[in-house]
């Protein structure tokens, strides 16, 4: 296919939405009748769906949703990308890359410097620039173990006037971490009715207000003796006090629920709380982080308060020629300031730079794994700036 052809952007009229619904069912295997409901809910959410034309029709999909990233207490813009699908007879010649290439020079084009995506397959997002940043842990406790017995914090079901209390407890706890997400109606509709489903809202409050809250969803595992498994598609908990009230919350369901399970990252402060080691954790995912605009993306990071140092860094980016060449990266105080030139003395794809730039692996890893080049003080000014906790996400899109 003559990548020239290639156009991008929101399917137009009847016949263009029939075909994105017919690739995302096909290349999901979701049944057909449920891709009406399912675009309308994307749409509804603030979902942007794009398409890639050639030869005159649709050959593959995307949804984009416009969000933002906490990286080191700052919310950077992101655009996360979902819905990647090719039509099954188009495969295997370079329509993925052609989408994403378009797709990420859109996002771009938006000042947006930074895009997050679920890999199913890593090849084709490496490809265009996007490399491991993050984790998406199942986190899976024995209910058995959460016997707190806390409960001089009221706990009540969430009401619709609640909402901006809890998405401002979200937020508060969301700054303090790295890499979760500024959630926008296209997350929270997850949070709220994961698979169509509706999760049931409980809340902590204290004296101050809201402390924290979960959403679960209750599944019966075995019907014959009524067992269930939790799921928790949300848990906040801003304080000590509001962590146990939820967590004997969730033991008061020890009578028929075995396990509940949440998502999150490595470093969860609620499984330091527990007894007992009465939990497995798995890895679902390892996200994937594209730099799309390096001297934005460097600047607009916060950097851990009382961090200052120089870093020169020579950036190899094939798809973008601005984010190529050599930048140093000024932190003073933990807020940075980024130009062009300098020596270059830290050499890597902005591939590699997506998994410094999160936390996810340290400059002497990168280097183990043959990924950047420098010199010992660079290597020890990036490890002092780039250091944070876990990148981590409990929301999947
Ligand atoms: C995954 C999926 C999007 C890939 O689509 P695709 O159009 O076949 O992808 P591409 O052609 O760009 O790349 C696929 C392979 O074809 C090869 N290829 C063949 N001709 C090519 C060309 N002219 N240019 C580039 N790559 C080409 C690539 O090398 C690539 O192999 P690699 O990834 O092992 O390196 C498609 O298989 C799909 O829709 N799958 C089901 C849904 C899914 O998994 N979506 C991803 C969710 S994150």
Known sequence: MDPTT???????????????????SQAFGMPLEEMTPWRQKVEAGGGQLRVLREGGSVAATSVLIPMGQWWGGHQVPMVGIGGVGVAPARRGQGTAT???????????GRGVPLSVLYPATQPLY???????????????????????????????????????ALH??????????????ERGPYIWNR???????????????????????????????????????????????????AA?????????????????VWRGGPADPLLFLLREQTYQVKSLFQWMLRILDVPAALQARGYAAGQSGALHLEVEDDLFPE?????????????????????????????????????????????????????????RTASALFAGAPPALPDMF
């Not at 009847?14 to 619904?21: I, K, P, Q, S, T």
């Not at 794994?369 to 290597?379: C, F, V």
């Open 126 to 164: 490496r490809r265009v620039g996007f490399e491991q940043a993050g984790s998406r842990f199942e986190l899976r406790v024995q209910v058995s173990g959460l016997d707190f017995h806390e409960r001089s914090l009221k706990l009540r079901p969430v009401e619709p006037a609640d909402l901006p």
């Open 191 to 241: 949070v709220t009715h994961p698979r169509g489903e509706v999760a049931y809202g409980y809340l902590v409050e204290g004296v101050n207000g809201v402390e924290g809250y979960l959403y679960l969803t209750r599944r019966l595992i075995s019907p014959r003796d009524l067992l269930q498994e939790l799921s928790l598609t949300d848990l906040v908990a801003l304080t000590p006090a």
């Open 244 to 260: 146990r009230r939820l967590l004997s919350f969730i033991g008061d369901h020890a009578s028929l629920a075995r396990e509940v």
């Open 168 to 181: 401002d407890v979200y937020r508060r706890y969301a700054q303090r971490q790295q890499g979760w997400l």
């Open 98 to 108: 052609r989408l994403m290439q378009a797709a990420l020079r859109d996002i771009r």
């Open 6 to 24: 290639s156009q991008f952007g929101p399917p137009e009229g009847e016949r263009e939405l029939a075909a994105v619904e017919d690739i995302v």
């Open 323 to 379: 984010n190529q060449g050599r930048f140093v990266l000024e932190v003073e105080n933990g807020e940075a300031e980024v130009r062009a030139g300098g020596d270059g003395d830290m050499k890597l794809h902005v591939r590699t730079l997506a998994s410094l730039y999160s936390g996810f692996l340290s400059p002497d890893a990168l280097r183990f794994a043959g990924a950047l080049e420098a010199d010992e003080l660079s290597l």
